[in-house]
T-cell receptor, first 115, second 114 residues
């Protein structure tokens, strides 16, 4: 049973470009969470999705950021018109049920560098 | 809003020693969960131990144990017989009160010296 798969591991984008980060949850997991880790900081919750639905996006910036988890395929975190401040590691976690009731498993993250 | 505080940015101990990492949190909730995660240089977030607030017994996983003091809102991690592979960032985290995401502390960088 493969773990949570994130790709790419590293992504370099120029200012103004779009970044697409992918997350394939563990088999049987329908709950996905995205977190952002700035340098020297802990992870910050961004968004929680179940298949085809955004449940909680309270931690996601209102502009330029969006997330989806389609019926088929991985969850996507999309950042439009990236700026230097978007440089961070982005982590995805998945769980079979809502995380408060069960363990969430993390991927290895995508390190986004904006130049 | 919940907050998690880790007051030790970095700690260094000799191999085989015992080390305790501190964590305090602030919440008005009565039901919640606390976690310690390990993040080695590979960046993978690995769950070390989990504590449910309604359980008075401290959680233990092999060499890892916690000292959970609910009234003091303290959740420290003790690592016994430390090994070189324990070198990593350690994050304390909280979830509760209907929140969907974990709230993390800023982490403690633990270095095990040979």
């Amino acid at each position: 049973n493969a773990g949570v798969m994130q790709n790419p591991r590293h992504l370099v984008r120029r200012r103004g470009q779009e970044a697409r980060l992918r997350c394939s949850p563990m088999k049987g997991h329908s709950h996905v969470y995205w977190y952002r880790q700035l340098p020297e900081e802990g992870l910050k919750f961004m968004v929680y999705l179940q298949k085809e639905n955004i449940i909680d996006e309270s931690g996601m910036p209102k502009e330029r950021f969006s997330a989806e988890f389609p019926k088929e395929g991985p969850s996507i975190l999309r950042i439009q018109q990236v700026v230097r401040g978007d440089s961070a590691a982005y982590f995805c976690a998945s769980s079979p049920n809502r995380h408060v009731n069960t363990e969430a498993f993390f991927g290895q993250g995508t390190r986004l560098t904006v130049v | 809003a919940q907050t998690v505080t880790q007051s030790q940015p970095e700690m260094s101990v000799q191999e085989a020693e015992t080390v305790t990492l501190s964590c305090t949190y602030d919440t008005s909730e009565n039901n919640y969960y606390l976690f310690w995660y390990k993040q080695p240089p590979s960046r993978q977030m690995i769950l070390v131990i989990r504590q449910e607030a309604y359980k008075q017994q401290n959680a233990t996983e092999n060499r890892f144990s916690v000292n959970f003091q609910k009234a003091a809102k303290s959740f420290s991690l003790k690592i016994s017989d430390s090994q070189l592979g324990d070198t990593a960032m350690y994050f304390c985290a909280f979830i509760g009160g209907g929140a969907d995401g974990l709230t993390f502390g800023k982490g403690t960088h633990l270095i095990i010296q040979p």
